[in-house]
């Protein structure tokens, strides 16, 4: 399964391919609810390897990432525009698009011994947004 994944705004990047390891999609209602309630949040967890660029390219994924989970939530750039094509046997099966996602959690994990580092990033669609967020599938990539 191959992973594209497009974070746009203020300074847009994409997080390759052979970074990322999961994605998982979550619907959240409040735990208290005895029945489907209104105040639903969707969200996204990506987790991945750091692959530091080389050769001095200034591109490096994952440090865009941890500065975006930085960003202030009184900057308009906190929210970003965020699109997910999970693709197997050349077939989309999901396209996650999150037009205000904002960063609720990111990780950074190192380790001696692997020698390579490991991230999560935990998103969430804006609430009021809601509505906005799409998620398709099921046609030729």
């Not at 970074?19 to 996204?44: M, Q, W, Y």
């Not at 440090?63 to 050349?90: H, Q």
């Not at 669609?125 to 599938?137: H, L, P, R, S, Y």
């Amino acid at each position: 399964m191959a992973f594209r994944i497009k974070i746009e705004g203020q300074e847009p990047f994409d997080i390759p391919p052979e970074c990322t390891k999961s994605v998982r999609f979550t619907t959240e209602i409040p735990l208290d609810s005895n029945a489907r309630t209104k105040d639903v949040g969707t969200g996204l967890v990506i987790t991945g390897k750091i692959l530091a660029a080389t050769d001095g390219d200034p591109d490096d994924s994952t440090r865009k990432m941890a500065l975006w989970s930085v960003v202030p939530a009184e900057k308009a750039d906190c929210y970003r525009k965020v699109t997910i094509e999970l693709t197997a046997a050349g077939v989309i099966e999901r396209k996650y698009h999150f037009p205000n996602a904002f960063v609720v959690d990111y990780q950074e994990k190192y380790g001696d011994v692997d020698g390579t580092g490991t991230f999560t990033l935990a998103l969430r669609q804006k609430k009021d947004k809601f509505a906005n967020a799409t998620v398709e599938g099921g046609y030729p990539a």
